[in-house]
């Protein structure tokens, strides 16, 4: 799954523009990308900030998930792009409770039932290093390889429990969208004005 959001110029902001582009003759393009660049850098700060009371996740964690796209001479658009699939839910400060473990996507905590983090019983839990604080569910079944203790009994299986929340989709929506989009309407046209003015000065 990906998503993503863009600033570019449209036929207005040329049009409004026309007599600077003209007369910053063959820079023009440059100055434009550079103008474009530098909101996108501010935007992109502004939706990551969103982002984090969004979806509950912590900032490094959607930093990694984002890609740029910067604009040139040839191409004046920005793009940021997240690709990422269902969000394991161990990413949202999941902790084991007696009922379940409890996690928080979207900023809100809550118990999955029947879910786990550690081995054995309670109250001695024992945390499995190679588990990697993932959060589990048994499947409703068991393996076939004997066990040490189990002999073929077997032991249950389990699978990695998802969050059910995707970057890609949060990203362009909501408080996340509304943050770049904003940005980009408020700084674009005064920057477009600094970067040629800045090729039309010198």
């Known amino acids: 799954?990906?998503?993503?959001?863009?600033?570019?110029?449209?036929?207005?902001?040329?049009?409004?523009?026309?007599?600077?582009?003209?007369?910053a003759g063959k820079g023009a393009p440059l100055a434009l990308a550079r103008a474009i660049?530098?909101?996108?850098?501010?935007?992109?700060?502004?939706?990551?900030?969103?982002?984090?009371?969004?979806?509950g996740l912590k900032r490094r964690t959607i930093v990694k998930a984002l890609r740029e796209n910067k604009a040139s001479a040839g191409t004046l658009t920005y793009t940021i792009k997240s690709h990422?699939?269902?969000?394991?839910?161990?990413?949202?400060?999941?902790?084991?409770?007696?009922?379940?473990?409890?996690?928080?996507?979207?900023?809100?905590?809550?118990?999955?039932?029947?879910?786990?983090?550690?081995?054995?019983?309670w109250p001695k839990r024992v945390t499995k290093s190679n588990w990697n604080g993932q959060v589990f569910e048994r499947v409703g079944s068991k393996t076939t390889t004997q066990h040490g203790t189990k002999g073929y009994r077997g032991m249950d299986r389990?699978?990695?429990?998802?969050?059910?929340?995707?970057?890609?989709?949060?990203?362009?929506?909501?408080?996340?969208?509304?943050?770049?989009?904003?940005?980009?309407?408020?700084?674009?046209?005064?920057?477009?004005?600094?970067e040629l003015g800045r090729i039309i000065g010198g």
């Open 84 to 121: 990422g699939g269902n969000i394991r839910l161990k990413h949202f400060g999941a902790r084991e409770t007696r009922q379940g473990v409890s996690a928080a996507p979207w900023g809100k905590r809550d118990i999955w039932h029947h879910t786990f983090m550690k081995a054995g019983w």
């Open 1 to 23: 799954m990906s998503g993503g959001l863009f600033i570019t110029l449209d036929a207005t902001a040329l049009a409004r523009l026309g007599n600077q582009i003209g007369a």
């Open 37 to 55: 660049n530098h909101t996108g850098a501010k935007a992109k700060t502004q939706m990551v900030r969103a982002l984090v009371p969004q979806t």
């Open 158 to 194: 389990f699978t990695v429990v998802r969050s059910g929340l995707f970057i890609p989709t949060e990203m362009v929506q909501g408080a996340s969208a509304a943050a770049f989009n904003s940005m980009a309407a408020s700084d674009l046209p005064a920057r477009l004005e600094h």
